[in-house]
């Protein structure tokens, strides 16, 4: 039977159930049911049974479950697999003590920032409105800031000071860095930011600075996640700084190759297909691009509908999410974000069910770009200052990555495993959640199928001892 059929029957099985349990279904399988193919998507698939069986508000609580819950065990996950991936790079016959330049003592190495900054994040003054959703711990004092990116953006406009990180998240300072906008020497680019490590590591072996690094970052919080996720599906932020369509282009380029990696197997071997493009990619990346920077994403439903999240709606999203100070308040704060960006992307249509579609659309695409936006999120400066630290040690001052894609090749393995990770913890909470209501329904399914059959019984008995037909269906009726 093929994976279609297979789909059919599961779907045809939940109507039945729901039949008779007094549920009918209501979505239309074309516009609520993208999952109704050959193809083997277990995530959209999942998503499509829990619409089935309970509909768009069990979804939102799933990715709110996700984005409220998870990131804990997420951060821990990926960053034993940063250690895991960079010892591994490290221990290539390299010996593990600092070389001498990259000592406090020494004179570091030399990095453009846009070999660091892969999407132009240090653009972006972390204080302003669009900073303050890019950003994270944004301090009186930037230096002192908790977010490694925020740290950075002011070590640049601290031209000539030497930073040091490390002290404000680890307890004692790991790398100093310092930007120079000219160099006066006429030996080394303009622009450029010197890194090596503080004197508490001198004496220290290069995996012990590296784990303290990892240890001291902060990888994701609930609210950048989410206003991240907004801004993949519908470029508000994108539209609202007026990034060029080659940046978008760009971006969207990464997305397709994370795309490509998360769908392959897990014993696929990654290799040069997954970051080249076809024709009709490049064309798909082209017509992405220009809607994103419009600030628009079109839903087809009844008929082609442009839907759209605000910048005000974005910023007050974070703005909730963030002042929120324990965990339930968060998990309500997103789901009143959620609830709020649903309606706003569904109010373009006054068709009832297209409505409904439209918001199930919505909850589909966050879930779908949760892996970009975590990927994502690792190709910032924070991460990739790390892996450029140890590739200048391994492989000489001028190794460095030209790009994002030459940074997910250079690194396949690791993205692979990641977005398995990934992939893997959103599928459990979808599958739980599934299998609940599930459960649930097969339940009421066999109760009402038995208290049926013990109606039957009863009027078979009934009409023998010469019960009327009228009195027959009225005790029925109140059984």
């Known amino acids: 039977m093929s994976i279609l059929s297979q789909k059919q029957q599961i779907f045809g099985q939940v109507a039945a ?20 193919n050959n193809n083997g998507d277990t995530m959209t ?6 619409k089935s069986l309970i509909g768009y508000e069990a979804l939102q609580q799933a990715i709110s479950d996700t984005l409220t819950y998870s990131l804990k065990e997420l951060e821990k996950d990926i960053k034993s697999s940063l250690k895991d991936e960079i010892k591994s790079i490290v221990s290539c016959g390299v010996n593990p003590s600092l070389p001498d330049f990259i000592k406090s003592t020494g004179t570091g190495f030399n990095v453009k920032v846009n070999q660091l900054d892969f999407t132009d994040l240090m653009l972006t003054d972390p204080t ?41 998240t680890f307890g004692q300072d790991i790398l100093t860095f310092t ?28 995996t012990d600075l590296n784990n303290n690094f990892i240890d001291s970052l902060t990888l994701f919080n609930t609210q950048d996640l989410l206003t991240r996720l907004i801004e993949t599906v519908f470029g508000t ?13 760009n971006e969207t380029k990464i997305n397709t190759v994370i795309g490509k990696i998360s769908n392959s197997n897990s014993k696929d071997v990654i290799n040069d297909k997954y970051f080249t493009f076809t024709n009709a990619e490049n064309a798909a990346h082209q017509a992405s691009a220009i809607a994103k920077k419009s600030g628009t994403k079109t839903i087809t439903t009844s008929g082609p509908t442009v839907t759209s ?8 999203t974070h703005t909730s999410i963030a002042g ?80 994002a894609i030459d940074f997910l090749k250079q690194n396949k393995n690791f993205i692979h495993n990641m ?15 599934a299998l609940k209501e599930l459960t649930k329904l097969i339940s009421d399914a066999i109760t009402k199928q038995q208290i049926d059959k013990n109606k039957a019984n009863l009027a078979q008995l009934l009409s023998l001892v010469g019960v009327s037909p009228d009195i027959l269906r009225q005790i029925q009726g109140l059984l």
């Open 179 to 206: 930007f120079k906008s000219i160099d006066v020497s006429g030996i080394n680019q303009n622009n450029t930011l010197n890194i090596k490590a503080n004197q508490n590591y001198d004496n220290k072996s290069l």
């Open 237 to 249: 932020i994108s539209t609202t700084v007026g990034k060029s369509l080659k940046q978008i282009e």
């Open 17 to 36: 159930a729901r039949t008779l349990t007094e549920g009918l279904p209501t979505l239309k399988t074309n516009s609520s049911f993208p999952s109704i």
């Open 45 to 50: 698939f999942l998503c499509d049974l829990i």
């Open 419 to 433: 977005t398995k990770k990934i992939g893997g913890l959103i599928i459990k909470i979808l599958l739980q959640l």
């Open 128 to 168: 302003s409105d669009v900073g303050k959703i890019l950003y994270s711990s944004i301090t009186p004092n930037l230096i002192d800031s908790t977010d490694f990116n925020t740290f950075l953006y002011q070590t640049i406009q601290n031209d000539g000071t030497p930073e040091h990180w490390g002290h404000t």
């Open 324 to 403: 929120s100070t324990t965990t339930l308040q968060k998990s309500i704060a997103v789901n009143n974000s959620l609830s709020t960006m649903g309606s706003e992307v569904a109010s373009s249509t006054t068709n009832t069910v297209d409505h409904q579609a439209i918001k199930l659309n919505f909850i589909q695409e966050l879930i779908n770009n949760l892996i970009n936006v975590v990927i994502n999120t690792i190709l910032s400066p924070k991460v990739i200052a790390l892996f450029v630290i140890n590739f200048r040690i391994i492989y000489g001052p001028n190794a460095k990555f030209t790009d």
């Open 309 to 316: 999240v605000s910048f005000k709606t974005l910023l007050d």
